[in-house]
C-alpha cells in the first residue's frame, strides 16, 4: 500500500503542510504544521530549489543570489524514524545549518542570510517521504 501523498507551500510569510491521503480526490485530510511569522508583509517568492523522495539523498548545488532565503521542509514516515537535513555551503566541509526530527512527521521553515552556492544533504529511512523547497524574494 502506498503511504499518503504530503503536499506543502512554503516562504517567509507561512510554512504549511497537509496530508493528503488515498481516496481522498485530493482533498486535505490532515493539517500536519502550520507556523506563521511575524512579518508584516513579505516579498514574493521564487522558488530556487523543489525536490522530493524518500531515503537518503543529496540535491545538485543551487545559487542563492539574495541576503536572505528560506527551506521550508516536510517529513513524514509510516513509522516513527529519526529524519533531517543539512545544509552545505558549495566546497565546504562543515554544515552551514542541520534539521532534525524523530517521530512520524515534522515540517516547517528555516530562514537563512547569506547568498552564495548551496546543497542540501537529507538523511531519512527509505519509508519516510519528504518535501523540500528552497525559496527566496523575487528581484
Same mark, same amino acid.
Given at each position: 500500500?502506498?503511504?499518503?501523498?504530503?503536499?506543502?507551500?512554503?516562504?517567509?510569510?507561512?510554512?504549511a503542510?497537509?496530508?493528503?491521503?488515498?481516496?481522498?480526490?485530493?482533498?486535505?485530510?490532515?493539517?500536519?504544521?502550520?507556523?506563521?511569522?511575524?512579518?508584516?508583509?513579505?516579498?514574493?517568492q521564487?522558488?530556487?530549489?523543489?525536490?522530493?523522495?524518500? +531515503?537518503?539523498?543529496?540535491?545538485h548545488?543551487? #545559487?542563492?543570489? =539574495? %541576503?536572505?532565503w528560506? @527551506? &521550508?521542509?516536510? /517529513?513524514?514516515?509510516?513509522t516513527q524514524?529519526?529524519? +533531517?537535513?543539512?545544509?552545505?555551503r558549495?566546497? #565546504?566541509?562543515? =554544515? %552551514?545549518?542541520?534539521? @532534525? &526530527?524523530?517521530? /512520524?512527521?515534522?515540517?516547517?521553515?528555516?530562514n537563512?542570510?547569506e547568498?552564495g552556492?548551496?546543497?542540501?544533504v537529507?538523511?531519512? %529511512?527509505?519509508?519516510?517521504?519528504?518535501l523540500?523547497?528552497?525559496?527566496?524574494?523575487?528581484?
Open positions: 500500500m502506498k503511504s499518503p501523498l504530503l503536499a506543502c507551500t512554503s516562504g517567509a510569510l507561512v510554512a503542510c497537509v496530508l493528503l491521503g488515498p481516496g481522498s480526490a485530493g482533498a486535505a485530510t490532515h493539517a500536519t504544521h502550520a507556523t506563521h511569522a511575524t512579518h508584516a508583509k513579505t516579498p514574493p521564487r522558488t530556487v530549489l523543489a525536490v522530493r523522495g524518500s +531515503g537518503n539523498a543529496s540535491t548545488t543551487f #545559487k542563492i543570489s =539574495a %541576503a536572505s528560506h @527551506v &521550508g521542509y516536510a /517529513f513524514q514516515c509510516i524514524s529519526a529524519f +533531517g537535513f543539512q545544509v552545505k558549495a566546497h #565546504k566541509t562543515a =554544515a %552551514a545549518h542541520t534539521v @532534525v &526530527g524523530s517521530g /512520524f512527521a515534522k515540517s516547517g521553515t528555516t537563512y542570510k547568498s552556492s548551496y546543497s542540501i537529507v538523511k531519512s %529511512a527509505d519509508h519516510c517521504e519528504w523540500l523547497r528552497v525559496t527566496q524574494p523575487k528581484t
